[in-house]
C-alpha cells in the first residue's frame, strides 16, 4: 500500500506548502440550497494511468458521486459547492521486471470522507477545496486531481488564466458542438505555467517539458460534465530527446519528479439526491473548525517527504570508502554519477534537515577524511569528489574546510581550479567566505593564474543576493584601478559573471572601445534584457562595420535559454525591445553571415517570435523588404562619419555619399543577378499559376538587346554625327578663304560654265 502512495503522491504532482489550516468558514458564505435538477446524485467512472519517472506505472480506477451541496459566495465570487464521494477505488502497480496480474491490485482505502470544492457559476473554475482536517494528504490530493477534471470555461474565451492540482497557468481553448452538447478543447505548454505544483522549479523553461495532450471535455446544456480526458505530462530538467515515458530510467541524475497522467471522467448515471438530513450535517462539518479548505493545487508534507527520502538513499548507498572505490573505476559512467548525486542529496537534506535517528552524519565523516589526506599526493582525486560534495551543502562549516584547503593547496593550479570551481557552484555564501577570498586575493601577484581564477569565482558568488553589493562594489573599484589591458579584461569577465544589473553602469563606458568591446559584450550576457543595455546594443549594432560584433550580441540574448551558472538570476521575459530586434535584422540582412543568421533565428524561435523569424527569412530573399534610396540621408551621414572619427578617420559627406552610390549600384545589380538564378528553379510554376513572373529576367534580357542591335544603331548614329560635324567644319573654313575657294572652284567645267 505504501508503494501505491507515493506513485499516487508523484502523479498528482507535490508542492512545497499546504494552506490546508485556514478556516473554511472565512471563505465560503452559504447563501441557499441547490435546484431540485441540480442537487441530483450523478456517478462518474474515473480513471488514471500514471508513468513516473525512475518509478512504477500505476492504473488507478474509481467510482466517484458527486451532488450540488448548496449556492454560496467563496471569496466575493458566486460559487456552487460541490461533494463527491470516491468509492470502489482500485490500483494496479507495474515496473519493467512486472507486468499486472491479479497479485499486484490492491483496494486504496482511506478515501471515504468527505470532500467538496467550490465552482465558480460564472466562470466554471474551481475556486477551492474542503476537506477534514485529519483527511491524509495524499488522499486530498487524489480528490483534488478528480474535482480538477470538473473545471470547464463557461465564459468560452480564447485564453483563461486557471488552476488545477498540477499547476498554475494559462489554458488555450477552442470549441465546437455536437447537438446539444459542447466540446471544450484545451491546451497548456510550459510557457503558459507560472506555478508548478510540488518541489518543482520553472528557472529553466528549455528544460522542462510541460503539456496537455488530447485534453477536452463534453459539457450539456445543464452545464453539467458528460465526460473530461486529459494527457499532461511533466518532466523537470529534461533534455530535448529525453521524454518522460515508461521506459526512461534516471539515467541523468534527475530527480525522479516528472510525470505522465493520462485520466479520463465519464458521466455513468444520475439518481434521486442525497437525504436533506446528510446535505445538512455536511454543511455543519465544513462550517466547523474540523474542516480545512484550501487550493486545488497539489500540496506536500516536506519534512515526512524528507525523511522518507533520507530513508530511501542511507539504504541505498554504499560507504564512503566503497564510494570511492566505485568512482574510481570509471568516473565517466552512469553508475557513478548517480552515485555522486545521492551522496549530493543526501547531505543537502540532512544539513536541512540533520541526521536521521540512529544514523551519523555523513559531514563530519567526509571532514575528517579530507583532514586525513589533506596534502596525500596519491589521494588527490577523492579530495576532489569530497570537495564536490561539500559544495553541495553550502553551509559555514563546509566553506570554512574548501577555503583551508584553498590555503593549503595554493601553489597546485589544477587542484585550485578544482576547488575554486566548487566555491563558484555553492548553492548559498556566508559574507566571511567573501572577506576571506578577497583577502587571498590580495595576497597573490594580479598576472597570476591563480589570482584570475579566484576573481573569476569571487565574481560567480555575486550572484547570491546577500553578497551581491560588496562584490560589485569590490570589482568595481579594482576596475578603476587596472594598470593592463589584461587585469581590466579578467575584472570585466568577472563584473559579468555577478549577473547584477548595478554592473550596467559601470560597463557601459567599455561598450564603444574597441579593446574591450567583445568582453563587455559578453559580460553584460547576464543582464542583456535591461532597457540601458539594449539601448547600447542596438546603437553598437546599428554603427557595427563587423558581423562579429552583431553576432556577439545576438549571443548575448540567446544566453538565457542555455545551460548557465547564472540563469536562474536572469529575468523571465526575454523579449528583447523591438528597436534591438529591427536593428539586429538589418544587419543580419546585410552581412549574410551564416552563423550570425542561425544565432539570430534560434534566438526568435526561443523567445516564439515568429513575426521576427518571417521578417529576417524575407529579408534574406530579398522579398517586401523596401529599398534604400540612392543617396544616404542626413542622420546616416552622420552616424556613418561619427563611426569613421572613433577609427581616427576624417570623411567628407561628399565622399561618404559617391561611395554609397557605388556600393548601391553594386548592391541592386548582385540582388538582381540572385532573383534571376532563383527564377530558374520555379520556372515550372509559370505552367500551373498564372502570377507567376520574373521581371529580373527581363530586366537582362533588355540589357542583352541593348547591347545588340540598340547599341548598334546607337554607335552609327553617333558616328553620322560627328562625320557631319567635320564636314561642317572643314566647308565652313573653305568658305571664309578666298584663295581656297577659288583653288578648288577652277577646270574644265567651270571655265565651260562661265562661257556658257
Not at 9 to 36: E, H, M, N, P
Not at 474 to 488: F, G, N, Q
Request: overall charge negative; some cysteine; charged content about 30%.
Amino acid at each position: 500500500m505504501r508503494l501505491i502512495v507515493f506513485v499516487v503522491l508523484a502523479l498528482v504532482l507535490f508542492s512545497s506548502t499546504s494552506d490546508a489550516g485556514a478556516a473554511a468558514k472565512k471563505d465560503y458564505r452559504k447563501i441557499g440550497d441547490c435546484s431540485k435538477k441540480a442537487s441530483m446524485t450523478c456517478t462518474y467512472k474515473y480513471s488514471v494511468d500514471g508513468e513516473v519517472k525512475g518509478g512504477e506505472d500505476t492504473h488507478i480506477t474509481a467510482n466517484v458521486d458527486i451532488f450540488c451541496e448548496s449556492v454560496g459566495v467563496f471569496k466575493n465570487e458566486s460559487a456552487v459547492r460541490y461533494c463527491i464521494n470516491v468509492r470502489d477505488a482500485v490500483g494496479r502497480i507495474s515496473n519493467k521486471e512486472n507486468n499486472y496480474n491479479s497479485d499486484t491490485e490492491a483496494p486504496i482505502k482511506h478515501l471515504d470522507k468527505f470532500f467538496c470544492f467550490a465552482q465558480s457559476t460564472s466562470s466554471g473554475k474551481v475556486l477551492g477545496v474542503f476537506h477534514p482536517k485529519s483527511e491524509k494528504e495524499w488522499a486530498v490530493n487524489i480528490k483534488r486531481s478528480i474535482a480538477s477534471a470538473f473545471q470547464a470555461n463557461y465564459k468560452e474565451t480564447a485564453v483563461a488564466n486557471e488552476t488545477d492540482s498540477q499547476s498554475k497557468h494559462k489554458s488555450h481553448y477552442k470549441y465546437f458542438s455536437e447537438g446539444s452538447k459542447q466540446i471544450q478543447e484545451r491546451r497548456i505548454d510550459s510557457r503558459d505555467v507560472s506555478v508548478y505544483a510540488g518541489k518543482a522549479s520553472i528557472e529553466d523553461r528549455k528544460g522542462t517539458l510541460y503539456f496537455h495532450e488530447h485534453d477536452k471535455l463534453e459539457i450539456d446544456s445543464d452545464r453539467r460534465i458528460q465526460f473530461s480526458e486529459g494527457k499532461s505530462v511533466l518532466e523537470l530538467g529534461a533534455e530535448e530527446e529525453d521524454k518522460a515515458t515508461a521506459s526512461d530510467t534516471n539515467d541523468k541524475a534527475v530527480p525522479p519528479l516528472g510525470a505522465i497522467s493520462d485520466y479520463k471522467l465519464k458521466l455513468s448515471r444520475c439518481y434521486k439526491p442525497p437525504r436533506k438530513d446528510l446535505v445538512e450535517e455536511l454543511t455543519a462539518v465544513m462550517a466547523s473548525h474540523e474542516c480545512a479548505i484550501g487550493d486545488i493545487l497539489a500540496t506536500i508534507n516536506e519534512v515526512e517527504a524528507d525523511a522518507e527520502a533520507m530513508e530511501e538513499l542511507s539504504d541505498e548507498l554504499p560507504s564512503f570508502d566503497e564510494t570511492v572505490k566505485q568512482i574510481q573505476k570509471d568516473t565517466e559512467s552512469e553508475e557513478a554519477i548517480q552515485l555522486v548525486d545521492k551522496w549530493r542529496k543526501l547531505l543537502k537534506l540532512e544539513s536541512k534537515n540533520g541526521a536521521l535517528s540512529g544514523t551519523k552524519a555523513k559531514l563530519p565523516q567526509l571532514l575528517q577524511r579530507l583532514n586525513e589526506i589533506e596534502t596525500d599526493e596519491e589521494s588527490s582525486d577523492e579530495r576532489v569528489l569530497i570537495y564536490h560534495l561539500l559544495s553541495s551543502v553550502g553551509n559555514l562549516e563546509s566553506q570554512k574546510a574548501l577555503l583551508d584547503m584553498l590555503k593549503v593547496h595554493s601553489s597546485s593550479s589544477l587542484e585550485v581550479t578544482s576547488l575554486l570551481v566548487e566555491i563558484a557552484l555553492m548553492p548559498s555564501v556566508h559574507s566571511s567566505t567573501v572577506d576571506s577570498l578577497i583577502s587571498q586575493y590580495e595576497s597573490l601577484e594580479s598576472d597570476d593564474y591563480v589570482a584570475n581564477q579566484l576573481i573569476l569565482s569571487l565574481g560567480t558568488l555575486g550572484r547570491h543576493a546577500n553578497v551581491e553589493d560588496k562584490i560589485v562594489k569590490y570589482l568595481s573599484v579594482k576596475l578603476t584601478s587596472a594598470m593592463t589591458p589584461e587585469d581590466t579584461s579578467v575584472l570585466i569577465h568577472a563584473l559579468g559573471n555577478t549577473a547584477s544589473k548595478k554592473i550596467i553602469p559601470i560597463l557601459e563606458p567599455f561598450i564603444s572601445d574597441d579593446t574591450y568591446q567583445s568582453y563587455t559584450i559578453d559580460a553584460l550576457r547576464g543582464v542583456s534584457m535591461d532597457g540601458a543595455v539594449q539601448k547600447e546594443f542596438t546603437t553598437l549594432v546599428t554603427e557595427s562595420l563587423h558581423p562579429q560584433v552583431v553576432l556577439e550580441v545576438v549571443e548575448s540574448l540567446t544566453f538565457p535559454f542555455k545551460n548557465s551558472l547564472y540563469s536562474f538570476k536572469i529575468k523571465k521575459d526575454y523579449d528583447a525591445s523591438q528597436d534591438l530586434k529591427s536593428a539586429l535584422i538589418r544587419a543580419a540582412i546585410k552581412y549574410k553571415e551564416d552563423e550570425l543568421m542561425n544565432s539570430l533565428k534560434e534566438y526568435f524561435t526561443a523567445i516564439n517570435d515568429r513575426t521576427s523569424n518571417e521578417i529576417l527569412q524575407e529579408g534574406l530573399e530579398s522579398k517586401n523588404i523596401p529599398n534604400h534610396p540612392n543617396k544616404l540621408f542626413v542622420d546616416e551621414v552622420l552616424t556613418v562619419q561619427r563611426s569613421l572619427k572613433n577609427k581616427g578617420l576624417i570623411v567628407p559627406e561628399e565622399e561618404i555619399q559617391l561611395a554609397w552610390s557605388h556600393a548601391y549600384r553594386l548592391h541592386f545589380l548582385q540582388q538582381t543577378q540572385q532573383k534571376a538564378h532563383n527564377c530558374q528553379k520555379g520556372f515550372l510554376l509559370r505552367q500551373h499559376s498564372p502570377q507567376f513572373a520574373c521581371p529580373e529576367v527581363t530586366f537582362f534580357w533588355r540589357v542583352q538587346q541593348l547591347y545588340g542591335t540598340r547599341l548598334t544603331y546607337e554607335i552609327l548614329y553617333i558616328i553620322v554625327r560627328q562625320l557631319e560635324q567635320q564636314l561642317k567644319i572643314i566647308l565652313d573654313n573653305i568658305g571664309n578663304d578666298e584663295k581656297r575657294k577659288r583653288d578648288l572652284i577652277r577646270g574644265n567645267a567651270v571655265d565651260k560654265a562661265e562661257q556658257l
